[in-house]
């Protein structure tokens, strides 16, 4: 009976062990996935905060473009207006994080731009203005930096999202509230080179 006892004790010891153990692992586990997703979530967000810094110096630099361009060609009232459109439907999105809208201002903005491109060539002067090269290299430099910063941000996102899809992270994403990202994809003009040369 004693023998008993001990054999029924000793079963629950390595039972509590066992047990303690497999509970010791799975939170080790669960705060490692979650640490893993607020990593991926903060990623994400500075990779959008990089852009978002990037996009507010070229919105702030288009009217200063178009001010030099509408000094020689006055006449072009309807691109001077769709550009200003853009514009602020861009600057709107960008400041409510909208990646999608920023997405399709920035489609729109980039169908533009060769059509000032069109512009600066029916006029010498301008094409020779010192003022407006600079604007121009600025601008260039600036499509760049948005173009590899996207690129970033989309890799950033898409890490993220089939993060919070897979088994058993989902478990974690769902407790911890992880929504899926938007990928920030400019249409149309945006595969072709976009020349800002004059």
Not at 112 to 134: G, H, S, T, W
Not at 173 to 189: N, P, S
Request: contains cysteine.
């Amino acid at each position: 009976m004693v023998w008993a006892c001990a054999k029924t004790m000793s079963a629950m010891i390595i039972g509590l062990v066992v047990g303690g153990f497999v509970l010791l692992v799975f939170v080790i586990w669960f705060f490692s996935t979650w640490n893993r997703l607020v990593r991926l979530e903060e990623n994400v967000n500075k990779s959008w905060a990089d852009i978002d810094v990037l996009l507010k110096q070229r919105y702030d630099m288009i009217p200063n473009l178009l001010a030099t361009v509408k000094g020689y060609a006055a006449h072009e009232k309807e691109i001077f207006d769709a550009f200003a459109v853009a514009r602020q439907a861009a600057a709107g999105a960008l400041a409510q994080g909208d990646v999608k809208g920023v997405g399709a201002a920035e489609s729109t903005l980039a169908g533009l731009i060769p059509r000032i491109n069109m512009v600066a060539e029916q006029y010498p002067d301008l094409k020779a203005n010192e003022n407006f090269l600079d604007l121009q290299r600025q601008l260039v430099a600036l499509e760049n930096q948005v173009a590899d910063r996207r690129e970033f941000y989309n890799a950033s996102a898409t890490n993220f999202n089939t993060a919070i899809q897979m088994i058993p992270t989902n478990i974690v994403a769902g407790m911890k509230g992880c929504v899926r990202r938007d990928l920030f994809e400019v249409k149309g003009i945006e595969r072709e080179n976009v020349k800002i040369s004059f």
